[in-house]
Structures are given as structure tokens and as C-alpha cells.
């Protein structure tokens, strides 16, 4: 079965510090996405990638970096965190072809303080 | 760009009754659609996928149903049980990039 991890699964930052949020998926899958989720809210897309070594921004950017440095692997790094990026992050992935349905990790809960 | 208007944003029903949840999107070329459930603490999972034109999808436990003339995607949740309790999001494909979803139906179901 297709599968997406993240770590660490929870994390509590203190503003202005730097935060790096991982991913890997075992899918074997060329596109990977990170959203944010908030309370009340539907899903945001911060980043995506649709190949190694490539990034793209999404609708929500500001404040946010994205590496892909292997098909596998796609992180989210926070700079400077600030209270306002409390939230939970989800990564997901999809195939290049076909029907383009995403598979999503269990989600990383941050807590900036 | 697209728009998805997701409707109740809450839904609170008995075991054994049913329950519906509307999605409404704006750009007629989507053309990909799809129902995910999160259950508490938990990741998105896939439900259901629905494909071009006017078309039914029946599960375990739910239907699906897509009307492109009205541009509305459907979920009807049939005689729901304790464990169909989480949030539901319907998803929008239109191509080039990633899913646009709504903004979530909290399912309760009491016994």
C-alpha cells in the first residue's frame, strides 16, 4: 500500500527559530505537496514539486521553503517561525499519470510559541 | 481560480439515519473529483473518486454522486454508524497542479 510518512509528528517551536518538517513517501510517485490545516479551515497548499530538485510555490508561500532533494524525500522549512504558522502540516504525493489522487502522511502538529 | 464551497460545515446525526454533504465548485473544466476522510489525529484517506459527466459511485456505506450541469459533487452518507464520525473534505482536480479542496463537513454520529 502506498505510504507517506512525516517527522517529527509533533513539535513545539519558540518564535523566530528555525523549523525543518520531512516527508517521505515510499510511493514511488514524481509529485509531492505540503498544505497547512487550521481549525475551521479546509487545506492550503503551501509548496509543491513535481520533480526532484524543483520546487514550486503554492497558495500560501509567505514564510515558508520547500526542498526536494530526491523523489522520496520533501521538506518544509520555516526560517523564522512565528505564532501565526501554528498548525497542523500535511504532506502528501500523486502519480504523474492517471487520476492525480493524493496520498496523504499522518500530519505534523507545530506549536510556535 | 477555482472556488469549492463545502456545505454543512457541521452535521450531527443519529446511527441508522442519513446524511448529505454538498460541494460546489466554479470552473467547469475540472474534471476530477474526490471525497477524503479524516478521522481525529489522523491523515487524509481517500473515499472515492468520480470521473467526467453525471455519475453515481456507491461505497461502503455511502454514495457519491457528481452532477457537472450544476457543477455539485455529492456524499450521502446511507444509515450512518459511529465510526463514519470525522471530517470530510471533497477535493477538485482541474490539471497542471495540485487539488483544491473544501473547506470540511464535521460528521457526529450518536448512537
Known amino acids: 500500500e502506498a505510504a507517506v510518512t512525516q517527522s517529527p509528528r509533533s513539535k513545539v517551536a519558540v518564535t523566530g527559530g528555525k523549523v525543518t518538517l520531512s516527508c517521505h513517501q515510499t510511493?514511488?510517485?514524481?509529485?509531492m505537496y505540503w498544505y497547512r490545516q487550521d481549525t475551521g479551515h479546509g487545506l492550503r497548499l503551501i509548496h509543491y514539486s513535481y520533480v526532484a530538485d524543483s520546487t514550486e510555490k503554492g497558495d500560501i508561500p509567505d514564510g515558508y521553503k520547500a526542498s526536494r532533494p530526491s523523489q522520496e524525500n520533501f521538506s518544509l522549512i520555516l526560517e523564522l517561525a512565528s505564532l501565526s504558522q501554528t498548525a497542523v502540516y500535511f504532506c502528501?504525493?500523486?502519480?504523474?499519470?492517471?487520476?492525480?489522487?493524493?496520498?496523504f502522511g499522518p500530519g505534523t502538529r507545530l506549536t510556535v510559541l | 481560480g477555482e472556488q469549492v464551497e463545502q456545505r454543512p460545515p457541521h452535521l450531527s446525526v443519529r446511527e441508522g439515519d442519513s446524511a448529505v454533504i454538498i460541494c460546489t465548485y466554479t470552473?467547469?473544466?475540472?474534471?476530477?473529483f474526490f471525497w477524503y476522510k479524516q478521522e481525529p489525529g489522523a491523515g487524509l484517506q481517500l473515499l472515492m473518486k468520480v470521473f467526467s459527466s453525471t455519475e453515481i459511485n456507491e461505497g461502503q456505506g455511502f454514495t457519491v454522486l457528481l452532477n457537472k450541469k450544476d457543477k455539485q459533487l455529492s456524499l450521502n452518507l446511507t444509515a450512518a454508524h459511529p465510526g463514519d464520525s470525522a471530517v470530510y473534505f471533497c477535493?477538485?482536480?482541474?490539471?497542471?497542479?495540485?487539488?483544491?479542496f473544501g473547506t470540511g463537513t464535521t460528521v457526529s454520529v450518536s448512537p
Open positions: 510511493n514511488n510517485h514524481d509529485y
Open positions: 502528501a504525493s500523486s502519480a504523474r499519470t492517471g487520476v492525480y489522487e493524493q496520498y
Open positions: 470552473d467547469p473544466n475540472s474534471y476530477y
Open positions: 477535493a477538485v482536480y482541474q490539471g497542471g497542479r495540485a487539488l483544491i
